[in-house]
Structure formats: C-alpha cells, structure tokens
C-alpha cells in the first residue's frame, strides 16, 4: 500500500505560480496511475490532472489546462503539480491521490490519498 504526502502549498497573489509536489512511500508510483484533486469551501472535490500509469498520458480539467502541467520523477517516486498563471479561484486544498486500475481520470477510480494541502491565491 502507498502513503502520499503532499506539500508545497501557500498564500501567493493572482498570477503568480506554485509547485506542489507528492511524495511517495510504501510502493513505487509506477504501479500506479496519479492524479491531483482540489476541493474548495462548499464545494465537491474535483479532478485538476493526472497521468495515467504506463504510457504517462495526461489529463487536465478544462479549468487549469494551459496553466497547470502534471509530471512526475520515478527516481524521487514523486508527482509534481507546475500550476502558473494563478487565479483566485484557484484557491483550495490540493490532495494528492493513486490508482491501481479504472480510468484515470475519474475520481471514483483513486483508493489512495494524501492528507492535502491548502493552497490560497489572493486576488
């Protein structure tokens, strides 16, 4: 089973950029497809990207595509999310989570997740 622990969350303004990162342990992130979640006050938890496991195809929902790039590094068994471009709306908390099968860009297809955390973009 895999832990996640994700960081790299913080209070910037409107356009700036952030990087979150999503450490790994307890298995290799290659046995898994990856993806990056979001869940604002009052609001459902939703998919912003992911990479599917083998071929390392990416998703983004249409919200983010253009500013956020999804990647990760085995050697780390990290996953990364490069957002740019910030937007108030993009404030929330960013969790982190793994998949063993399903498509992966659905959230019902995640059974491992990271504690999250809070980012928060000023406008």
């Known amino acids: 089973q895999v832990q996640l622990v994700e960081s790299g969350g913080g209070l910037v303004q409107g356009g700036d950029s952030l990087r979150l990162s999503c450490t790994a342990s307890g298995r290799t992130i290659s046995t898994y497809a990856m993806g990056w979640f979001r869940q604002a006050p009052g609001k459902e938890r939703e998919i912003v990207a992911a990479?599917?496991?083998?071929?390392?195809?990416?998703y983004y929902a249409d919200s983010v595509r253009g500013r956020f790039t999804i990647s990760r590094d085995y050697a780390k068994n990290t996953v990364y999310l490069q957002m740019n471009s910030l937007k108030p709306e993009d404030t929330a908390v960013y969790y982190c989570?793994?998949?063993?099968?399903?498509?992966?860009?659905?959230?019902?297809?995640?059974?491992?997740w990271g504690p999250g955390t809070q980012v928060t973009v000023s406008s």
């Open positions: 990479i599917s496991r083998y071929a390392g195809t990416t």
């Open positions: 989570a793994a998949a063993t099968g399903g498509p992966y860009y659905y959230t019902i297809s995640y059974q491992y």
